[in-house]
């Protein structure tokens, strides 16, 4: 039997998700709180997972790593376990797909309905990534922004979205940037859906694992001359 897994590191949790590729039927779907040091956990958590379900590694045909937007390291150590996993194994295929896609599938929404995913983007700002869903698909639209406090209540008055979904854990920092924006037009979901990462259709099986979402870009600080 062969199976679809899916890995999602771009916030202060790790979420794992593998399907059977003949039933579709999801055999594992798991999340854990991993930051900082406790990262190094990653690699025999997957591992303790699919040993769990007796699912062999060679079985995992098809992996899927959540591409943000969110931490530049955890994201990349994600897609490096994937890339080490899958290395020079045929017949395996991979792809990156915005962690932003996930949350976006949970809701209902019609086709034609544009959606923010929305995400704390720390220093008193949030991450804004647009999706819309084109006849039954939820794909990026190709807009994201960073916004501060004196920005954010202009630019939601002028865009409007049928959607607004966020992560339960970004819910405070959310409020404090968008202060007098009612916060009750936002789904706030409790993890991300690891699951709905391998259902995504919004991406090719291109094994390119550094198309990851970066929507403010990494500061460089010079050096110190002491």
Known sequence: MKYSAAIDLSGN??????????????????????????????????????????????????????????????????????????????NVKSRCVPTAVALASVLQTSSGDSIAAVFDGRNSEILIFELVNQAGIIVPAGSNDVLSACDADAFFNDRKFNHLVALEKDRAAIEKVLDGFSIEQFSFMEHVPAEKLISAQCAEWDNDLTDLVYIRPAVFTEPKTI
Do not use: H
């Not at 590729?21 to 958590?45: D, H, Q, Y």
């Not at 045909?61 to 994600?78: H, I, K, N, Q």
């Open 13 to 90: 949790e790790a979420a794992f998700a593998v399907a059977c590729k003949e039933f579709g039927e999801i055999v594992v779907n798991a999340a854990r709180p991993m930051t900082g040091r406790s990262s190094a956990s990653l690699t025999p958590w997957v591992l303790e997972l699919i040993k769990s379900k007796e699912i062999q590694l060679d079985d995992i045909v098809e992996w899927t790593v959540g591409s943000g937007p969110g931490s530049f390291t955890g994201m990349r150590l994600a897609a490096a376990l994937v890339a080490g996993i899958i290395f020079d194994v045929k």
